[in-house]
């Protein structure tokens, strides 16, 4: 799993923009998501993967190379280009289920043709909607994303955060294949897809979006992806085995390109939404690692803290970690630490959590680091010594 994810070796897959590709055609899709309390889960996703990744990267291969698009998956995502046509069903089942005001709709298409790509701040006075807030979209808004949704429309860019949407003829590379998929087509592609970027998984985990699916196309996908197992498994494309009791499948050729060793071992601090514990009952399951996100919970009942963040040793999950980049101080303000009990406070232990750290406070643009506490007195005492420490 952890060598699929791009996460067991540094660098495995490469630098640069050209590794940003790889790495999103390779774990298949990234979540967008607006919390920045550290930085915004697709920015660090892919910066645990690439280590000279810049959000230039990612806006490069969306608005210039057009080698990905956004859309949903589970949640909004950047996916690759190449996959497209297997949306088409999405988008044409979403479009039979919502339907857009057909005057609004022809001005926005009007002006999008007229004007260019366009945000949603410019339809503000379309409606004469005034929004109470986040939550209030106004009849545009809502328009634009219906639009979106069904494929009429695609983000271009984003500016700020901001969806900048224009006309999917004008975003769409004329390559793309556009036939529509049949529904067996579309079984072995989640079936291929999500099992070479899991590594292994259960049939539910490979159509771990299938919900959306069947609400936006009226398909129950897991009956496709189900019957594509079997037709794989028969054709030794795939193959099946019990772990901790339950049916897993994995690529025939996958275990023959895991390394034998894993090498020396590296410290990541994970995104809550990244893609390999995106998923909290897989995680349990495999990893024996019991975490939530505990931004949506009352203060009150945290556990942990609002924004904790997986810690990856070498090939365990050993801890969490609340933190928070402070940017004007230019201070990462570290709330707590909390290591599982079998994590062992040794001498490589400290080392690759201090280096870790630092090379985290640095991605942040932070200059020094504050740590409030952690649970475990020998750490905090180890960690004192650091010279970046205030």
């Known amino acids: 799993m952890l060598h699929i994810q791009g996460l067991l070796r540094k660098q495995k897959l490469g630098r640069g923009i050209n590794a940003v590709h790889r790495v999103i055609q ?9 919390i920045s309390v550290v930085e915004r889960s697709h920015h660090h996703v892919l910066h645990s993967r690439v280590p ?7 806006e490069g291969l969306l608005s210039k190379r057009q080698a990905i698009f956004e859309y949903w998956f589970h949640a909004a995502a950047y996916l690759p280009m190449a996959d497209y046509r297997y949306y088409l069903p999405i988008m044409a089942g979403y479009k039979q289920r919502q339907t857009v005001d057909k005057k609004l709709r022809r001005e926005i298409i009007s002006r999008i043709k007229a004007e260019g790509p366009l945000q949603s ?26 639009l979106f949704l069904s ?12 969806k900048v949407y224009d006309l999917t003829e004008n975003v769409l590379p004329g390559h793309v294949d556009m036939s529509w998929p049949t529904e067996q087509q579309r079984g072995h592609y989640y079936a291929r897809r999500m099992l070479a970027a899991l590594g292994v998984a259960q049939a539910k985990e ?6 959306t699916v069947k609400y936006f196309s009226n398909h129950n996908i897991q009956n496709s992806i189900d019957s594509s197992l079997q037709e794989m498994l028969e054709s030794g494309e795939v193959t099946q085995f019990d772990l ?7 690529l025939s050729d996958v275990l023959a390109r895991v390394p034998k060793k894993m090498g020396r071992k590296h410290m990541r601090f994970l995104s809550p939404f990244d893609n390999l514990v995106i998923n909290r009952k897989r995680l349990l399951e495999l990893f024996d690692f019991d975490y939530q996100l505990e931004c949506y919970v009352p203060a009150e009942k945290r556990k942990y803290g609002y924004f904790t963040l ?8 050993i801890g969490r970690m609340d933190c928070k980049a402070e940017r004007k101080q230019h201070r990462l303000r570290i709330n707590n630490i909390w290591l599982e009990p079998k994590t062992r406070l040794n001498e490589k232990f400290i080392d690759a959590l201090t280096l870790a750290l630092h090379s985290y406070m640095l991605d942040l643009g932070c200059e020094r680091i504050s740590i409030v506490k952690t649970d475990s007195k020998t750490l905090m005492q180890q960690l004192a010594t650091m010279p970046l420490l205030q």
């Not at 494929?151 to 901001?162: A, N, S, T």
Request: overall charge positive; charged content about 25%; proline content about 4%.
């Open 206 to 211: 490979i159509g771990y979006a299938r919900s």
């Open 26 to 34: 390779q774990i298949h899709y990234v979540q967008i998501d607006t």
């Open 244 to 250: 901790n009791g339950l049916k897993y499948y994995c």
């Open 52 to 58: 000279n990744y810049t959000p230039a990267m990612l």
């Open 121 to 146: 701040r410019d339809f503000e006075n379309l409606s004469g909607h005034k929004s109470g807030g986040w939550w209030d979209w106004k009849p545009s808004k809502r328009a634009l994303e219906s």
């Open 310 to 317: 997986p810690i990856l040793f070498g090939d365990e999950l």
């Open 151 to 162: 494929g009429e429309l695609m983000v271009r860019e984003r500016r700020g955060f901001q």
